[in-house]
Structures are given as structure tokens and as C-alpha cells.
């Protein structure tokens, strides 16, 4: 059975006899029912009986059943309500608008609305640079999906994609002050959605595409950058490419190999993995093996896709034609973009030894991170329930606040690395060990150290300079 996960902590309302050893009795019935308790919280109290809410975490949600089965079978006990905490958080959204003035009588009003604001109007009208400086358009961004590409949950549509880009736009907001806003399209044309993203475009100093599949998001995200005078920045390319050289840059520290001595394998050559491999590239790894659902691309091979040419014309020199699982043997670093349990343990166990596995598929990664530590020195994976969680929330916030500060429109290799230098540099040589080679995601200092790298790699554009 998995871990219980804070993604399925529900939280069971439940009556019983207010007896001494009830809530001891009933955190034994949780426990015993695979689950882990998080608080038990007595609501009511009677002579007779009392409420406790007992709030665990599960492993899904037919887990959570199983709890509520044990516990209505303790003597005297019945679960009168079970509420999934997570889709309590979402009630009515998780994104609110609060006005950032006061509008407490008709002075306020006549500044903020008409009459004043028509001044404001016309300034911008006579110079449109101004709304950098006079309109949100300073500090907001867009958070652009068409629900194509959700997570691992696939083509699941716009409506569905929202909760993601709310969560997107919370964490913008909550580790570099950036205002975003979910935009989530019902197309997934491709020249629809650049000409909707363009017509929205003066409202935003950028544009965060977001779960959009390949290879379609490629060409959105470069007609996109030729086409706006503002950034425009894939973050399942872009940033998980970030965060992955930077936790592969300490992992590599631990277990004392280069980056250009180590063979490396890259299971998904999809938009995550595709900028991996270029990023990896340009920092001088040189032997790379990129697998997709039919084994190892090589340069024998005819792919239509530029990204996948790309591919097959600058890795796998050695032209290795075999599958994922052959291609593993002896290799010193697994990088996981792919779907869950493609790996089992006797794969890890083939690798080289010191070898590392960043398994990040996600919800559910390549190989069960506590079977891969079994045979690896390092393992990361995307999940917040076990150490070295690789998450793009490193890199976004802090990625979008140096371009807002440096109020540039064109994103750089430059950049890229830059952002994954500040974050591995967060992590202190007294600090780094094979369980800690990527910074905390709530490590207050990430977003700011991104920032301002960021900002000093950027080449400012004077049109945009202020």
C-alpha cells in the first residue's frame, strides 16, 4: 500500500460514548485502518456522548472508506459525516480580487473611478508604456492553459485544468508577490489560442503557459515570443528544466561525478523532457540517452517533430537503439518525465553505482521512491511526502519577478541558468546530503535569490527600461 498522503486527508465526523478512553480508541481504529492521524478535536460534549472530528491522512479515497468502516464498527460509534479536506479547500475557488486603494467616500471614488481615472486614460492613450507604470499590467501575469496536458491527468479539458491554475496563481502571489490570473482556454487550436493570448496580452506583463501538450505548446510559445513585446515562459518546459539542473547539479556534488562524465537517461520527450535535455546540453552533458514509449531516440531515426529531431541529432552519440530498461543498465542518472511505474527494482538495481533517480512523474512516479533508494545514492522525485521534492514552484515565482523587475520581453539560455545556479546555491555545502539537494519550497529566500539572478542575466531592452 502507498503512504498516506495530506492529498487525501479527510476528516471524520464522528459520535461516541464520552467515555475516558474514547479518543484513544479511536485513533487506535485509524491507526490499525492504515491511516495516519493528523488531530482529533472534541466539537460537542454531553453526558452521554461526545463529537470528535478525527482528520487522517489516506492513501485515496476508497482508503478513506475503510477508515470510516473501522470506526463504525467500534462499540457505541457512528460517523455521522466524512469531508475530503482537499476539496474543502477548493470550495468557491481558492483566488479572490481585493482593490489595493481605499474607496471609503466620494473623493476616493472620484480618483479611482470617474471623473479622475479618464486623466489616467488618456496618458496611457498618448504614451501605451505607461500602463506598465499606471495599470496592473505591472505586476500581473497570465496563467494561459487549454487543459490539454493537466498534471498526469491528461486532456481533461479547461473547466477541469482551473483548480491547477488557481493553485498556480496562489503560489505566483504567495512566494514573489506576482498577481496572476487563471485564463484557460476552450480551444486547443493552436492559432486560436495564440490570437486569443495576443488580444489579452496588454492586459499582463507576461504570460505563464501552462499544461498545454506537445508538440502543439512549442509552436504557441514561439509564435508567442516573437509575436509580444512581453514574456512569455512555459513552465513544464522552462522551469521544471530549471529545477531539474539544480537539483542534479547537488546531487551530483554528493556523489562526487561531473555533468559531463555521466551517462544519463531521460524516460519522456514530451515538453518537460525535451527542455531538460536541451538545458542539460548546454551545460555540457554529453552522454545522453532520451527514451520515449518505444525505446531509445537516436540519430538513425526520422521524426517529424523539430523538438524530437533535435533530440536524435544532439544525444544518444554512441546511436543506442535498444529500450528504457536497456538503456538503464550502467547509467548513472535517471531523469523520470514520463508515467507512473515505468521502473521496477531490478532496473534501478542495473544503474551504475552512486547512481541517481529523479522519478517525477506526476501524481505517481516512475518507481516507488522508497523501492528506487533500495539500489540509488540520490532520489527525487515531484511529491511533497518525501524528501528532494523537484517542483517547479523553486523557480516560477522568483523566474516571473525578475522579469516584471527587469522589464525585459525576451527570455535567455542566460536565464535559465541562472535561476537553477540561485536555487542550488540554497543549499550549503554543510547542508547537502543525499536527502537534501534541493531547497524547501517554502525556503523564504528562493524567490528573491531567483529574482535577482534573473534580473542581472537579463540584457534590458530600452524600449521597455524605465
Not at 101 to 114: C, E, G, I, K
Not at 456 to 461: G, H, I, P, S, Y
Request: glycine letters at 6%.
Amino acid at each position: 500500500m502507498a503512504n498516506p498522503s495530506p492529498g487525501y486527508s479527510i476528516t471524520l465526523r464522528v459520535e461516541a460514548p464520552s467515555a475516558f478512553s474514547t479518543t484513544a480508541e479511536l485513533a487506535a481504529a485509524v491507526g490499525a485502518a492504515g491511516a495516519s492521524i493528523t488531530a482529533l478535536d472534541v466539537t460537542e460534549s454531553h453526558h452521554e456522548h461526545i463529537v470528535v472530528d478525527v482528520s487522517c491522512n489516506t492513501t485515496d479515497a476508497e482508503h478513506g472508506e475503510k477508515v470510516r468502516e473501522a470506526l463504525n464498527e467500534l462499540q457505541g460509534v457512528t460517523v455521522r459525516q466524512l469531508s475530503d479536506r482537499t476539496f474543502l479547500m477548493h470550495l468557491g475557488g481558492k483566488l479572490e480580487v481585493v482593490p489595493k486603494v481605499a474607496l471609503r467616500n466620494r473623493d476616493d471614488l472620484s480618483r479611482a473611478y470617474t471623473p479622475g481615472v479618464a486623466r489616467v486614460c488618456l496618458a496611457i492613450a498618448e504614451n501605451p508604456e505607461d500602463a506598465r507604470r499606471l495599470t496592473v499590467k505591472r505586476n500581473t501575469i497570465a496563467v494561459v492553459t487549454d487543459g490539454s496536458a493537466v498534471l498526469g491527468l491528461g486532456n481533461i479539458g479547461p473547466a477541469a485544468a482551473l483548480p491547477v491554475m488557481e493553485g498556480k496563481a496562489a503560489l505566483f502571489k504567495q512566494f514573489a508577490n506576482v498577481d496572476a490570473w487563471p485564463v484557460c482556454l476552450d480551444t486547443q487550436d493552436t492559432e486560436q489560442i495564440i490570437s486569443i493570448v495576443k488580444a489579452l496580452a496588454p492586459v499582463y506583463g507576461g504570460v505563464n503557459l501552462e499544461d498545454i501538450a506537445a508538440p502543439r505548446c512549442f509552436e504557441i510559445e514561439n509564435r508567442l515570443r516573437e509575436e509580444l513585446d512581453i514574456p512569455v515562459f512555459h513552465d513544464d518546459q522552462h522551469g521544471t528544466a530549471i529545477v531539474t539542473l539544480a537539483a542534479l547539479t547537488n546531487a551530483l556534488r554528493v556523489v562526487t561525478k561531473d555533468l559531463a562524465d555521466v551517462r544519463i537517461v531521460v524516460s519522456g520527450v514530451g515538453a518537460a523532457g525535451s527542455a531538460i535535455i536541451q538545458l542539460l546540453v548546454a551545460q555540457g552533458a554529453r552522454h545522453i540517452v532520451a527514451c520515449d514509449r518505444k525505446g531509445a531516440i537516436n540519430s538513425d531515426q526520422q521524426h517529424a517533430d523539430p523538438h524530437r529531431a533535435w533530440i536524435a541529432q544532439n544525444t544518444n552519440t554512441e546511436a543506442f537503439s535498444g529500450s528504457l530498461h536497456e538503456a538503464l543498465v550502467g547509467a548513472d542518472v535517471f531523469i523520470g518525465v514520463s508515467a507512473p511505474n515505468v521502473l521496477s527494482e531490478e532496473h534501478v538495481a542495473s544503474m551504475a553505482d552512486q547512481a541517481i533517480v529523479f522519478a517525477m512523474a506526476n501524481p505517481d512516479p516512475e518507481i516507488d521512491p522508497l523501492i528506487a533508494a533500495k539500489h540509488a545514492a540520490v532520489v527525487a522525485t515531484g511529491r511533497s511526502d518525501f524528501p528532494n521534492q523537484i517542483n517547479n514552484v523553486l523557480a516560477f515565482p522568483g523566474f516571473f519577478r525578475g522579469l516584471l523587475d527587469a522589464q525585459v520581453s525576451d527570455i535567455t539560455p542566460e536565464m535559465l541558468v541562472a535561476a537553477a545556479e540561485a536555487i542550488a546555491a540554497r543549499v550549503s555545502e554543510a547542508e547537502l546530503n543525499a536527502s537534501f539537494i534541493i531547497p524547501s519550497v517554502f525556503d523564504p529566500q528562493v524567490a528573491a535569490d531567483v529574482a535577482a539572478a534573473v534580473a542581472a542575466a537579463a540584457v534590458t531592452e530600452p524600449a521597455l527600461a524605465h
